[in-house]
């Protein structure tokens, strides 16, 4: 059992601690020995950079003009994203907690005390007993080898990933709808599309080189249609905004429907030769005329039909979204809704006309296709079927019957560790502490653990709680692909050595395999030999890598998957002939309204939802450390309308406790009219007791096994100052946690 015993001292020792300059300081005498491309290791866009080199020291970072998806552009967190491979909180040593203090230790002291108590805790409990949870923002190659050794080097079925978080329900709707999961368009065919439909995603903030492409469509003369509880800065932007409540898109979605189908906006032809089941779905849309959807939603009923009119008449029109409608209870269904409305327009598979899920994390499609979510194997093949288990297992050499079953999914897994059913566990590229629903129940999991594994390069509040903890690497330090939002494999590229004793990811794995017994599974020199056992372990599968090289990555700027021949040049823009699925249709869906798993009442009487902010990154373990980030931004506040703080008797800026029915937390008021007045935001990015995820909804939609991020009953209070000091001085070398406080 491993708990956080002196807090304090951790931060003081490990961060976060504010770093602003490069190794060596600010000088325009640097001689640059190389400048080598790469791509930004943040969101799914994957801008391309060049890494400034000097002396095996990241000095630099420039954007790269010669890729297509940014095309010189960088956000602020691409930007400042080298100045975390030489920040003073890097990990560059093993770490073993003794008394609750982290020790230094050599890697064979660390390796052999965790093959011990790994071998011990399956000795006693089963091959079971240890679960791994991974991170979409590593490489395939290495989220390929994360699901192998789960698999064949642990011999466990508990294995998730942090994607489970993200686009989940995304990969549900996609596959129900049209038989696979990727998105149907490169962003190059947005600026084509006469309407966007951009629902739940902010992508000024999130995505914001996403921007350019949005930009190109608007001098095209093309139209924005918003759908979020927040006017966003992308709603802001946009011609038309649907402020509904958080958690009624099927409403708003079946409204919109509902119009094209009575203003015979519809394609008729399309709906006959190229998909399934159009009648059901056609029911379930009248049922939800505009004033019913607006009763629901709250968006007002000729907003709805203003929405259909302008994209059921448009020639060409494109569907995106992100986690706003996915991180729901019902978020498979929310997805659901909106193909609808494309499949019934036939506006999909060609130019200008499709549909896309805009990606958090930097390979958050690649992180889902190739073995390290629960019930999958490499090439986005089940786990439930024989023919698939059969092909992964002579892939790897061993008998199908010793592939283990189907694990569960992330907030599962750490519900079983609560119970006591897993014992042990090997975290890598995730910070949970921060990242998963309920914190407070996270924490109780994580301290139940009778040995705890991290492998990351910072000491994020996850690893806190860890026994042992290995140093990794950044994306400067290793090789790679990851595949964008857009389904484009694009390649990493190694710039410099990992400092100290850090060591690459894929060789710690194969090190810990090694003295398992399990090292003959696990015998590769380099990232290229993962990817060429990937590539025939994909081969014939939904995502079909086999075609795919690092050549041809270079040659073409990436290549767009399925790519099943080494003769391809892969596929941009899926759906132009067929859908995925065996008869090459597409499949409608009835949706009827639910609404969230827990709705206000008088207790808690407003919705709470959460999500990103331009200036910081997922769980924030990196860009909490960028003083320039954190300068923007230092802290998480709760948005709350004009309306809703004079009835709190609440002012702008003053501190204000959050209250659900699993936790509370203190933040600063950002009184704003840009906010629903029964609804309030905190961005995530936080941990401890500034995390907004001591509040959230863990419960999980039932196909994507997503929880509920954007819907939960919430209560405000009113602070006394003496409670929470007020935010002080950001200062150079100041902890995080102390900025925060105030101190």
Known sequence: ????????????????????????????????DKMVPTHCPYCGMQCGMNLLVEKNNVVGVEPRYDFPVNEGRLCPKGVTAYLQTHHPDRLEYPLIKRNGNFERASWDEALDLIVEKFKGLQEKYGKDAIAVYSGSSLTTEKTYLVGKFARLGLQTRYIDYNGRLCMA???????????????????????????????????????????????????NGGVWIVIDPRETPTARQGDLHLQLKPGTDVAVANGILNVLIN??????????????????????????????????????????????????????????????IEHHSN?????????????????????????????????GQGGREHGQKADQLPGYRSMLNPEHRKYIAE????????????????????????????????????????????????????????????????LSESARYADVVLPGTTWSEDEGTTTSGEGRVIKINKAIDPPGEARQ??????????????????????????????RVASKGGKADYFGITYEKIDKQDGVFWPCPT??????????????????????????????????????????????RIVHQYLSGNQTRRIGFLVQQCPEPFVEIHPETAMKYKINDGERVKVISRRGEGIFPALVVKTIRPDTIFIPYHWGEELAANQITNAALDPTSKIPEFKACAARLEKVHTRELPILGEVRKGTSQNEVQRGK
């Open 566 to 611: 080494e003769e391809s040049t892969g596929t941009p823009r899926l759906f132009e002939e067929r859908f995925a699925h065996d008869d090459g249709k597409a499949k409608f869906h009835a949706i009827e309204y639910k609404g969230a798993a827990e709705l206000p009442d008088e207790e808690y009487p407003l919705i709470f939802t959460s999500g």
């Open 331 to 363: 978020g498979t269904e929310n997805v659901l809704s909106y193909i609808n409305i494309a499949l019934a327009t036939g506006k999909i598979g060609s130019e200008g006309r499709g549909y896309g899920t805009i990606t958090g994390q930097g390979n």
């Open 263 to 324: 203003e015979h906006l519809i394609d008729q032809a399309f709906i006959d030769n190229r998909t399934n089941d159009w009648e059901a779905a056609k029911a379930a849309a009248l049922n939800y005329p505009p004033d019913v959807a607006s009763e629901i939603s709250g968006v007002p009923a000729e907003k709805i039909i203003q929405a259909a009119r302008l994209y059921g008449r448009a020639k060409t029109g494109m569907i995106m979204h992100a986690r706003g």
């Open 395 to 458: 892939v790897w050499g061993i008998d199908e019957s010793e592939l283990p079953q189907p694990g569960v999914s992330a907030v599962e897994l750490f519900n079983k560790m609560r119970e006591g059913e897993i014992k042990g566990l090997l975290s890598i590229c995730s910070n949970m502490m921060v990242s998963l629903p309920d914190t407070n129940q996270v924490r109780k999991s994580l301290e139940g653990l009778e040995f705890n594994v991290c492998i990351d390069f910072f």
């Open 169 to 219: 329900s995304a990969a549900g709707g996609n596959n129900k709808a049209f038989g696979i999961d990727r998105a149907a368009n490169p962003w190059s065919d947005i600026p084509h599309a006469e309407v966007l439909i951009i629902a739940g995603a902010n992508c000024a903030e999130t995505f914001p080189i996403l921007n350019g492409f949005l930009w190109k469509q608007r001098d």
């Open 1 to 32: 059992m491993s708990k956080v015993e002196n807090l304090a001292s951790i931060i003081d020792r490990f961060g976060p601690h504010l770093h602003d300059e490069p190794i060596g300081g600010w000088s325009a005498e640097r001689k640059i």
């Open 505 to 534: 990811d894929w060789r710690t794995l194969q090190e810990i395999a090694r003295r398992m017994g399990r090292g003959k599974y696990f015998q590769f020199e380099s990232p290229r030999e993962i990817f060429d056992e990937l």
